[in-house]
């Protein structure tokens, strides 16, 4: 996601060069042999460097849910474990609706009162200025399944004692397309204005490069972590009419946003954000619509496809990773608003970075997406990373391993075996002070919040494991952090501590 603060460009050049200054005697050695480095797929690496990182599988044990006391409404019900909320939902749109919205309504407070301190800070617009535009975007272009079921939830989260109005959480629900796609198109006159964005890494492989054959698929949300720390919610959602999907969620939100999910049907998928991107339709229909149709409707990854291709509006362009559980073929789904892509397979892999593979999308919408060749950035280092570690890894991929590639510290460009920050497959801008990348502000509370994997065995059973607060369990510190990066001060009471948490299985229908 997604409910994220916008990155931020350049720092004054003063500051640059300070920082760089400083920062100079501390990289020169090992900046020296990085620079010359080249970001093809097959760069060479000593196999002592990789196998320091990913050569033992985790050795963090799953862990069965130590749940906290279950809280019921109606059909659903809700518990806490390891960091994480596990919601269920069930029935037709509105009574879920209600559901989820009596059920979430502390954590719906909370998310408004961030959006609201936020929102200005990013755009220069109060945040009630985007709830009123998205009903006039969107409330003739969802369907009254969806609309009936955030008016559910609005009307739930009344009923708590929070009230709410459904134009507020068809907002959230639309909360990146609003900030991210059309207000910048607002700003300049067209909708042509590059995104920068690089949230998630993932993979998804099967056939040979799996220790069973079994698909094997991992993502970890990169996030702002005043917003990214609520989408600690896996949702359960078992509707009426369509199939039953288990997704990692922020609270209100009918999609999953972080997308990573797996449905009745045996689809299951994830993605990572297309970084750089330009272009939005906005009488077209949004992402958050189109990606919960899909999922809840399609039978197989070609009608997936089909659904969310059917009105394309650009917004939240991504490069999906798709799989059937049956029969294990994967996918990738480039999707930008000109062009797109598709790619199958029984026998490989697919790694998403934020940058599209699709020539066509990068250069024509993405403005050259200098990136993807640039080992000194997040999306040119872990393309890299990625394809290194499937290829370590043929044969042997299963969930342990797939948590040790989430875990990953080794940085590509300054060849470092345990360097946490913004080019490691576990991201960590808060660790970074970019002195290669001046387009970034050092020292940023951002990067990976999480972890989840899951393989087909686990996808037909709609379960999958995640980890809360960060994919190699490293902790964070609210309040150390802000100590020693004062600049960030104006987040304090709004980031919260993420301890270090263990691997948990979450099911449908686990109580």
Not at 1 to 19: E, G, K, N
Not at 228 to 241: F, L
Not at 453 to 461: F, I, K, L, N, Y
Request: charged share 25%; proline share 5%; hydrophobic share 40%.
């Amino acid at each position: 996601m997604r409910i994220a603060t916008r990155m931020r460009s350049a720092v004054p050049a003063m500051a640059i060069a300070a920082a760089l200054l400083a920062l100079a005697l501390g990289f020169c050695a090992t900046a020296a042999a990085g620079q010359d480095a080249k970001a093809g797929d097959d760069q060479a690496v000593t196999a002592s460097a990789l196998s320091a990182q990913t050569a033992a599988p985790s050795a963090q044990a799953t862990a069965a849910p130590a749940r906290g006391e279950v809280t019921r409404y109606k059909k659903g019900y809700r518990y806490e474990s390891n960091g994480w909320i596990f919601l269920h939902i069930e029935g037709k749109p509105f009574a879920r609706g209600v559901q989820h919205g009596r059920l979430m309504a502390s954590e719906l407070a909370q998310t408004r009162r961030t959006l609201r301190y936020v929102t200005p800070d990013d755009t220069g617009k109060k945040w009630s200025y985007f709830v009123k535009v998205a009903p006039r975007l969107w409330r003739d272009k969802i369907s009254n399944e969806y609309l009936n079921e955030i008016k559910g939830i609005a009307a739930g989260a009344t009923r708590a004692g929070v009230k709410m109005t459904w134009q507020e959480v068809l907002a959230i629900n639309g909360q990146m397309e609003l900030t991210e796609s059309w207000w910048p198109g607002v700003v300049d006159g067209d909708y042509r204005s590059v995104v920068d964005n690089t949230h998630c890494s993932a993979f998804i492989a099967t056939g040979s490069y799996t220790k069973d054959g079994e698909v094997v698929m991992a993502h970890n949300d990169w996030d702002h972590f005043a917003t990214g720390q609520s989408a600690n919610v896996i949702i359960d959602v078992k509707p009426a009419r369509g199939h039953r999907i288990v997704m990692q969620t922020f609270p209100g939100c009918i999609a999953s946003m972080t997308d990573f999910f797996t449905t009745s049907a045996g689809i299951m998928g994830t993605e990572t954000t297309i970084g750089d991107f330009n272009g939005y339709a906005p009488k077209k229909l949004p992402e958050f619509y189109r990606m919960r149709k899909a999922t809840q409707y399609a039978d197989t990854l070609g009608e997936w496809v089909r659904i969310m291709q059917k009105g394309n509006n650009g917004g939240y362009a991504n490069s999906w990773l798709l799989a059937d559980a049956d029969t294990r073929e994967i996918m990738r789904f480039e999707q930008g608003l000109k062009y797109q892509s598709v790619e199958r397979t029984k026998d490989g892999y697919f790694v998403g970075f934020n940058s599209a593979t699709d020539p066509r999308i990068r250069n024509l919408e993405c403005g050259g997406d200098r990136d993807y060749y640039d080992i000194r950035t997040p999306a040119g280092a872990r393309r890299v990373r990625l394809t290194q570690l499937m290829k370590q890894h043929r044969g042997q991929i299963d969930t342990e391993v797939a948590k040790a590639v989430l875990a990953d510290h080794y940085d590509v460009y300054l060849k470092l075996p345990d360097n946490p920050c913004s080019r490691t497959v576990d991201g960590h801008y808060e660790l970074d002070p970019f002195p290669f990348w001046q387009a970034r502000q050092p020292y940023s509370p951002q990067g990976a919040v999480d972890g989840k994997v899951m393989d087909s065995d686990m996808a037909r059973e709609l379960s999958f494991v995640a980890r809360w607060g960060n994919s190699s369990g490293m902790p964070f510190d609210a309040s150390a952090f802000l100590a020693e990066h004062p600049q960030w001060d104006h987040f304090a009471g709004y980031m919260r501590d993420r301890p270090t948490q263990p691997w948990t299985l979450f099911k449908a229908g686990l109580r």
